[in-house]
């Protein structure tokens, strides 16, 4: 069975920092691209950053460029998501997801049709 654990979220202050990880379980990355998705109360999900395992492209959202790194431990099957200065607005369930590598580039990555595998996501609470 295909499952995707997250962990690392939690609450902390603003311009602190958290590092996210996604575990697949059930089936291998290696011809997957991972996206980290985020989910705000009242809004919809939007694409904060990507890896694709094929080439080690990576992408990511321009409100998050250059605070957030993804990166990606094939050993372990697992993905994760540093985050440093953190803002309130960083403040969401975030989700990751995985996609053929095919199916992903710089304009599709963000597109949450592109995943056919979700996680059930992780609190992130940027608060003072």
């Known amino acids: 069975q295909v499952q995707f654990v997250e962990s690392g979220g939690g609450l902390v202050q603003p311009g602190g920092s958290l590092r996210l990880s996604c575990a697949a379980h059930?089936?291998?990355?290696?011809?997957?691209?991972i996206g980290w998705f985020r989910q705000a109360p009242g809004k919809e999900r939007e694409g904060v950053s990507c890896?694709?395992?094929?080439?080690?492209?990576?992408y990511y959202s321009d409100s998050v460029k250059g605070r957030f790194t993804v990166s990606r431990d094939s050993a372990k099957d697992t993905v994760y998501l540093q985050m440093n200065s953190l803002k309130p607005e960083d403040t969401a369930i975030y989700h990751c997801?995985?996609?053929?590598?095919?199916?992903?580039?710089?304009?599709?990555?963000?597109?949450?049709?592109?995943?056919?595998?979700w996680g059930q996501g992780t609190q992130v609470t940027v608060s003072s």
């Open positions: 997801a995985a996609a053929l590598n095919i199916r992903v580039d710089d304009s599709t990555w963000s597109r949450t049709d592109r995943y056919d595998y």
């Open positions: 059930g089936f291998s990355l290696d011809d997957r691209a």
């Open positions: 890896i694709r395992s094929s080439d080690g492209n990576t």
